[in-house]
């Protein structure tokens, strides 16, 4: 269940209501009616959880479940188009790849005329070739998951919020831009950011960003 100023609130209620049915005596006039007041709280508490805190956390998670099943098959699917665009179709046990510290190794080993795999794969995209063109395809059925579970879910996190917006606003500038402009070098940096999670502020991360970010709605 998340964690929000919601459940914090009936929190506090349930735990001054039990406090009060414990504390007051039911057969005393003066503090009867104080323990009837807590005893109702604490029923109201527990309806309510069940009929709504409950469903909704339920629903929540399923969300966010299918948001992570998105990221992930984008991520898959994104690493056949590498290997295709490096010429490394051969590379066995793609699942491999899912590791950032394999991507890194594997995509930075230099192939041929000084150019690394990363390097063919970067001209593909700065071509706007079949390669291109796949990836900001995938790029949009993650952009459309995010934008379901925005529309579906109050999302408390302020960061996670923003991050989301600023994510769906690279897909859509990508699909914009022209060849061999800064743009396709900033989506080239992205997408390498999200393979090895590095990035020159930064440096190299311990999670995965986005999926740290999907854990948090």
Not at 108 to 132: M, P
Not at 170 to 193: G, M, P, Q, V
């Amino acid at each position: 269940m998340q964690i929000n100023s919601t459940n914090i609130v009936l929190f506090g209620i349930v735990l001054v209501s039990i406090a009060g049915v414990l504390a007051f005596k039911r057969d005393e006039p003066i503090t009867s009616i104080l323990y009837t007041v807590s005893l109702a709280l604490l029923v109201s508490s527990i309806f309510f959880t069940v009929t709504v805190i409950a469903p909704e956390a339920k629903r929540r998670s399923r969300i966010r479940k299918g948001l992570r099943k998105q990221y992930r098959s984008f991520k898959r699917r994104c690493i056949d188009l590498f290997l295709i665009s490096a010429k490394s179709q051969d590379y066995r046990n793609r699942d491999n790849l899912l590791d950032h510290q394999e991507f890194r190794r594997y995509f930075s080993i230099e192939v041929a005329n000084g150019q690394s795999r990363w390097d063919l794969v970067a001209t593909s995209i700065d071509n706007q070739d079949y390669i291109f063109q796949e990836i900001v395809r995938e790029l949009e059925f993650l952009s459309r998951e995010i934008e379901f579970v925005r529309s579906s879910v109050d999302i408390d996190d302020e960061e996670v919020e923003d991050f989301l917006i600023n994510l769906s606003r690279l897909i859509h500038t990508i699909k914009a831009a022209e060849a061999n402009s800064d743009d396709y070098k900033h989506f080239c940096r992205t997408l390498w950011s999200i393979f090895t999670r590095w990035n020159v502020i930064d440096g190299q991360l311990e999670e995965d960003i986005i999926e740290s970010m999907i854990e948090r709605i």
